[in-house]
């Protein structure tokens, strides 16, 4: 960057570089602050400025390459070896200077630029505590301490001269390199281990701030009818709420509502259940061949019984698909427009596809999917014969897509509840 440049104004690609980096919206440059609107939409808007001088730290570190995590929120630096992340401490284990001073820690000689030295820095009017580790061979430290610029607290303006509080951020001082997503990868393992010790041995709570990223939401795909009317469906009280918590889209993300649908099909899986098996055993009973005298009869009735009884709950959710899910249902679900989602190259990774024309009964291709896909948010398990069970995070990119599938499930849970009522 030449001098020029950052005196007074900055040119206009410099400042829609701030700004998409940020995800904000540029209003004006005003009294040596860049000015800028949020983009959230919904949320209510607020301006934001951030101070010349650090405008331009964050300007030579985009043009060094630097970049946002996808996770969480912070930035790698890769060509100076150096990642940052946002950190909240939970109230509780707030330090006290008092407390703080108190902690010692393994330092050594490194190369890395610490502007100050643990426990602590005086910085305007605040106390930042100085946490700083050093690896045996001096390569690598990990940092708890006032923010760089790329950091900066994205703050309303409405603080007293616009001056801009720092936050702690944890930092990780490695070395140089060409490979962005190693480094990366490797912060964050180092972030995790340093705060799973901070908590766990010195009951320091810091906890990392997640990226928050507005969940994707395709256009309104099933048709909304728009006549009102006076209710017929009694729905019990449990039910209510859980259809109302899965509705509640504040949430950020997809997986409470797939899961609050879930349990309204949970729900209604006994009762489905037990139709099914007594079906099953009028018709044995109901049958030509059927007689009472003999022992071939009762046992027929008898392992009907036994097999209803063995249903996994897999076959339970089938079974009430069956009996409670009109199959013209799913075929006018199916034949929206869903681009690639429920294919082989859909966002969803670990859940059985839905093929509508392979043969397969829709309830079954449905529930085993609907199951997978349960037990993929519920099950944290890692264990190599379910390739499926790898833990799908609330925080997750994949997440953000579930959209589809959360429909799909609200679609199925009110074809049980009416068919219940
Ligand atoms: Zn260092």
Same mark, same amino acid.
């Given at each position: 960057?030449?001098?020029?440049?950052?005196?007074?104004?900055?040119?206009?690609?410099?400042?829609?570089?701030?700004?998409?980096?940020?995800?904000?919206?540029?209003? &004006?440059?005003?009294?040596?602050?860049?000015?800028?609107?949020?983009?959230?939409?919904?949320?209510?808007?607020?301006?934001?400025?951030?101070?010349?001088?650090?405008?331009?730290?964050?300007?030579?570190?985009?043009?060094?390459?630097?970049?946002?995590?996808?996770?969480?929120?912070?930035?790698?630096?890769?060509?100076?070896?150096?990642?940052?992340?946002?950190?909240?401490?939970?109230?509780?284990?707030?330090?006290?200077?008092?407390?703080?001073?108190?902690?010692?820690?393994?330092?050594?000689?490194?190369?890395?630029?610490?502007?100050?030295?643990?426990?602590?820095?005086?910085?305007?009017?605040?106390?930042?505590?100085?946490?700083?580790?050093?690896?045996?061979?001096?390569?690598?430290?990990?940092? %708890?301490?006032?923010?760089?610029?790329?950091?900066?607290?994205?703050?309303?303006?409405?603080?007293?001269?616009?001056?801009?509080?720092?936050?702690?951020?944890?930092?990780?001082?490695?070395?140089?390199?060409?490979?962005?997503?190693?480094?990366?990868?490797?912060?964050?393992?180092?972030?995790?281990?340093?705060?799973?010790?901070?908590?766990?041995?010195?009951?320091?709570?810091?906890?990392?701030?997640?990226?928050?990223?507005?969940?994707?939401?395709?256009?309104?795909?099933?048709? %909304?009818?728009?006549?009102?009317?006076?209710?017929?469906?009694?729905?019990?009280?449990?039910?209510?709420?859980?259809?109302?918590?899965?509705?509640?889209?504040?949430?950020?993300?997809?997986?409470?509502?797939?899961?609050?649908?879930?349990?309204?099909? &949970?729900?209604?899986?006994?009762?489905?259940?037990?139709?099914?098996?007594?079906?099953?055993?009028?018709?044995?009973?109901?049958?030509?061949?059927?007689?009472?005298?003999?022992?071939?009869?009762?046992?027929?009735?008898?392992?009907?019984?036994?097999?209803?009884?063995?249903?996994?709950?897999?076959?339970?959710?089938?079974?009430? %698909?069956?009996?409670?899910?009109?199959?013209?249902?799913?075929?006018?679900?199916?034949?929206?427009?869903?681009?690639?989602?429920?294919?082989?190259?859909?966002?969803?990774?670990?859940?059985?596809?839905?093929?509508?024309?392979?043969? &397969?009964?829709?309830?079954?291709?449905?529930?085993?999917?609907?199951?997978?896909?349960?037990?993929? %948010?519920?099950?944290?398990?890692?264990?190599?014969?379910?390739?499926?069970?790898?833990?799908?995070?609330?925080?997750?990119?994949?997440?953000?897509?579930?959209?589809?599938?959360?429909?799909?499930?609200?679609?199925?849970?009110?074809?049980?509840?009416?068919?219940?009522?």
């Amino acid at each position: 960057m030449q001098e020029s440049e950052a005196t007074d104004y900055f040119n206009e690609e410099q400042i829609s570089r701030i700004s998409s980096a940020f995800d904000l919206k540029h209003v &004006e440059t005003a009294d040596d602050f860049l000015i800028f609107d949020t983009l959230d939409t919904g949320i209510r808007r607020r301006d934001i400025a951030i101070p010349q001088d650090v405008a331009i730290e964050i300007l030579k570190a985009l043009e060094r390459g630097a970049e946002r995590m996808e996770e969480y929120e912070g930035w790698v630096d890769h060509t100076i070896g150096f990642a940052e992340f946002a950190i909240h401490i939970n109230t509780i284990g707030a330090l006290t200077k008092g407390r703080n001073d108190k902690f010692t820690f393994e330092t050594r000689p490194c190369r890395h630029p610490h502007e100050a030295s643990p426990p602590h820095e005086v910085f305007g009017d605040h106390l930042y505590p100085i946490w700083r580790v050093t690896s045996a061979d001096g390569s690598t430290c990990i940092e %708890i301490s006032r923010n760089s610029p790329l950091s900066t607290p994205l703050l309303p303006l409405l603080l007293e001269n616009r001056q801009s509080r720092a936050q702690s951020t944890l930092k990780v001082f490695s070395t140089p390199t060409h490979d962005k997503s190693e480094l990366e990868h490797r912060s964050v393992q180092l972030a995790n281990s340093f705060l799973f010790e901070l908590n766990a041995r010195n009951k320091t709570p810091y906890l990392l701030r997640i990226r928050q990223q507005p969940p994707l939401r395709p256009r309104r795909m099933q048709e %909304i009818s728009y006549s009102v009317r006076f209710p017929k469906t009694q729905v019990p009280e449990r039910v209510a709420a859980l259809f109302s918590i899965a509705s509640d889209l504040r949430r950020g993300s997809y997986t409470t509502s797939v899961l609050s649908f879930y349990q309204i099909l &949970e729900y209604y899986l006994p009762a489905a259940h037990r139709r099914e098996a007594v079906r099953k055993v009028r018709k044995l009973v109901r049958s030509l061949d059927f007689d009472e005298e003999k022992d071939s009869s009762i046992l027929k009735i008898l392992s009907s019984v036994e097999r209803s009884h063995g249903a996994s709950e897999g076959e339970q959710l089938r079974t009430l %698909i069956e009996e409670c899910v009109p199959e013209e249902k799913m075929r006018e679900f199916f034949a929206l427009d869903h681009g690639v989602y429920f294919g082989k190259r859909g966002p969803i990774s670990g859940v059985p596809t839905i093929q509508p024309n392979s043969g &397969e009964s829709l309830a079954s291709q449905v529930a085993k999917r609907v199951y997978a896909l349960r037990n993929r %948010i519920v099950h944290a398990k890692d264990d190599a014969r379910y390739t499926e069970t790898s833990v799908l995070l609330p925080t997750s990119h994949e997440a953000r897509h579930l959209y589809p599938d959360m429909e799909l499930i609200r679609m199925l849970a009110i074809e049980v509840i009416v068919d219940n009522r």
